[in-house]
């Protein structure tokens, strides 16, 4: 169930996503950060939607494209398609792909995993809660947004 946002505008945001192997897409209720427009995006613009694991479709909103800071300190732009979802989702193929020429590798233990960045050697850590892998970021305030690479390209 989403909570309801609580944080001034101004203020950073915490966000907290499963790290996904079977997400196509990054995906994120466009309630989660509303500071940060939902802009058109290709799948919107095509009709394209998602399937729950309970074969539920909802349709594709748009994009949201939001300045962060990794746990490790490193600031990235995280591009979240929006849909209707509980939670947000954090694409690993989308994260593979990601992080320069080289690509990045994405590693799961009993314990957490990590995302090593094989053009700059950078880790970005992430947590096992229970059975599930989530990675907390800090959403900048609008008011403090300068540019920075696209997700996730650590280190830039």
Not at 58 to 81: A, F, S
Request: net charge negative.
């Amino acid at each position: 169930e989403l909570l309801p946002v609580t944080h001034a505008v101004n203020e950073w945001q915490w966000i907290d996503g499963v790290v996904d192997s079977g997400a196509e897409d990054s995906v994120a209720h466009p309630s989660m950060c509303p500071q940060y427009p939902v802009q058109p995006s290709p799948s919107s613009i095509a009709g394209d939607g998602y399937t729950s694991a309970s074969g539920d479709h909802t349709p594709c909103l748009g994009q949201q494209v939001l300045p962060v800071v990794t746990g490790d300190g490193y600031e990235v732009n995280v591009k979240y398609q929006s849909a209707d979802v509980s939670r947000a989702l954090n694409s690993v193929s989308e994260i593979c792909d990601g992080g320069g020429a080289e690509g990045q590798l994405v590693l799961f233990s009993k314990y957490g995993g990590a995302i090593l960045n094989l053009e700059s050697w950078n880790k970005t850590y992430f947590e096992r809660k229970g059975g599930i892998y989530t990675m907390g970021m800090w959403v900048k305030p609008p008011n403090l947004n300068e540019s920075a690479s696209v997700f996730p390209r650590p280190g830039e």
